[in-house]
């Protein structure tokens, strides 16, 4: 689907929340874990702000444990845009990070929900037209970037799940389907309280290789689930655990903390 440097930043990002209640600003502060067969290969960061109508979330990841062995991946992540009603409306979003000795960077501009400019760096490879998926004149409108792809503005738990949210990463164009799966409960540091899980569904849209098994195991195969907790009082739920499954095994997100401050 993507570079590793590129798919890390996009992963770290399934568990990134952001603060946007209108009531008074906030802030937030989330630590995480990624994990694999139980050995944590990648750890992140975050801190996330809201006041008035906008939000800004900063972010770093890196390799961890044995990961650091095979790819040593460090870079910082962020996102900044406006709140539109109950929908967050990116206006900019970055990703630079070094694997080794190589040097990437994402950068994503939008005006109004729509993606105005697209630069990668190292620019893709040139595609084969015979199996390549090019974007749309419409599939980059009313879009969100990896960080805020992540966030739901809901009534309560029980209204979470049942969405499609429409992702785009710098390259490609995908439907994130939220089914309910069950609810429950956790204890991190900061929070306490009442979960729900959703089954998540992907859903190549464009800017992809066709029949490529990573993402055809993805579609088809994969069981993506996401636990989803409030932060604060504000209306947003935000992930706080997840699990991939991949043809290899089983990628874990966690939170270590996930805590809402003044």
């Given at each position: 689907?993507?570079?590793?440097?590129?798919?890390?930043?996009?992963?770290?990002?399934?568990?990134?929340?952001?603060?946007?209640?209108?009531?008074?600003?906030?802030?937030?502060?989330?630590?995480?874990?990624?994990?694999?067969?139980?050995?944590?290969?990648?750890?992140?960061?975050?801190?996330?702000?809201?006041?008035?109508?906008?939000?800004?979330?900063?972010?770093?990841?890196?390799?961890?444990?044995?990961?650091?062995?095979?790819?040593?991946?460090?870079?910082?992540?962020?996102?900044?845009?406006?709140?539109?009603?109950?929908?967050?409306?990116?206006?900019?979003?970055?990703?630079?990070?070094?694997?080794?000795?190589?040097?990437?960077?994402?950068?994503?501009?939008?005006?109004?929900?729509?993606?105005?400019?697209?630069?990668?760096?190292?620019?893709?490879?040139?595609?084969?037209?015979?199996?390549?998926?090019?974007?749309?004149?419409?599939?980059?409108?009313?879009?969100?970037?990896?960080?805020?792809?992540?966030?739901?503005?809901?009534?309560?738990?029980?209204?979470?799940?049942?969405?499609?949210?429409?992702?785009?990463?710098?390259?490609?164009?995908a439907n994130l389907t939220l089914t309910y799966d069950s609810k429950?409960?956790?204890?991190?540091?900061?929070?306490?309280?009442?979960?729900?899980?959703?089954?998540?569904?992907?859903?190549?849209?464009?800017?992809?290789?066709?029949?490529?098994?990573?993402?055809?195991?993805?579609?088809?195969?994969?069981?993506?689930m996401v636990t989803f907790a409030p932060v604060g009082q504000t209306?947003?739920?935000?992930?706080?655990?997840?699990?991939?499954?991949?043809?290899?095994?089983?990628?874990?997100?966690?939170?270590?903390?996930?805590?809402?401050?003044?």
């Open positions: 689907m993507l570079r590793s440097s590129h798919a890390l930043a996009v992963l770290l990002a399934v568990a990134l929340p952001t603060s946007t209640s209108a009531a008074a600003p906030r802030s937030f502060k989330g630590e995480y874990t990624v994990s694999f067969l139980g050995l944590s290969v990648a750890k992140a960061t975050f801190s996330s702000s809201y006041e008035g109508d906008t939000y800004s979330i900063d972010g770093s990841v890196s390799s961890a444990g044995l990961a650091t062995i095979f790819d040593d991946t460090r870079g910082t992540i962020s996102s900044k845009g406006r709140i539109s009603g109950t929908q967050l409306q990116p206006q900019a979003f970055r990703a630079d990070y070094k694997s080794g000795e190589k040097t990437s960077m994402i950068d994503i501009q939008f005006a109004n929900g729509t993606v105005t400019a697209t630069k990668v760096v190292p620019a893709p490879r040139k595609r084969n037209p015979r199996n390549w998926i090019p974007l749309g004149a419409n599939d980059l409108a009313s879009v969100l970037d990896p960080m805020a792809a992540t966030v739901i503005h809901a009534d309560s738990l029980d209204k979470v799940c049942g969405r499609t949210v429409k992702l785009y990463d710098g390259e490609m164009r429950g409960s956790t204890s991190v540091r900061g929070y306490e309280g009442d979960t729900v899980t959703c089954r998540m569904g992907f859903e190549p849209v464009a800017g992809y290789r066709k029949n490529r098994k990573a993402l055809n195991y993805l579609k088809n195969r994969s069981r993506i209306g947003v739920y935000a992930p706080i655990h997840a699990t991939v499954s991949t043809q290899i095994g089983t990628l874990t997100v966690s939170a270590g903390r996930f805590e809402v401050t003044e």
